[in-house]
């Protein structure tokens, strides 16, 4: 667990000061989207060490933590495409998309194909018995088409030659009118506010 202060926000990370020691950390979106340079955070992490990399992660609960090390124990699941999971669908959607084996919402989280998908209903939906019911009252088809149109609509502004950066705050600076709007209208509303910027 590390609680410090956000220093600075990155494209898909974020770096914590505490104590004067500068920690980047990987988190899921949800979390980079609340997190503003000056706040103080709670985050508990979990380091991944390899020949050629060390790398940390964060999270806001202990839950969300538990489930990331969960997915990473299905043969297939790295950190990147767990992380993928968390930020579009968060815990309690995934926890219920695994138990109700519903395999179209898992593939829509980019890089999770259906073979994945499978993977984890198989080997962790007995984990989750009794939380496919829908998450806070809401279903979670819902609430998805909102998470998967923001995860295209940020991989189609990449793809048109924009930063992380700039595509993650165009987004985020979209109106609560078109966070639940399509892809297209998402992009849309996206480039309009970049041409403004430039």
């Known amino acids: 667990m590390l609680r410090g202060k956000v220093w600075e926000i990155q494209a898909d990370k974020l770096i914590l000061d505490v104590q004067g020691v500068g920690y980047q950390l990987a988190v899921p979106y949800g979390l980079l989207g609340k997190a503003h340079p000056g ?39 790295g950190p990147k495409a767990a992380l993928s999971i968390l930020s579009t669908l968060g815990t309690g959607q995934t926890e219920s998309a695994i138990a109700g084996e519903n395999i179209t919402l898992l593939t829509k989280v980019p890089g999770i194909g259906k073979k994945t998908a499978q993977r984890l209903i198989l080997e962790l939906k007995e984990k989750f018995k009794g939380r496919a019911i829908a998450v806070d009252g809401i279903e979670g088809s819902e609430i998805l088409p909102q998470a998967a149109a923001h ?41 309009r506010s970049l041409a403004a910027t430039k």
């Not at 380091?47 to 609960?61: K, T």
């Not at 930063?163 to 297209?184: M, N, V």
């Open 39 to 77: 706040h103080e955070l709670i985050l508990y992490t979990h380091v991944i060490l390899r020949e050629d990399e060390l790398a940390l992660y964060g999270f806001s609960s202990a839950a969300e933590k538990d489930l990331f090390l969960l997915m990473l124990s299905v043969s297939g699941i």
């Open 151 to 191: 995860s295209e609509a940020m991989e189609t502004l990449l793809a048109l030659g924009f930063s992380q950066e700039e595509a993650r705050k165009a987004l985020q600076a979209l109106p609560d009118s078109a966070q639940a709007a399509g892809t297209e209208e998402q992009v849309r509303l996206a480039l």
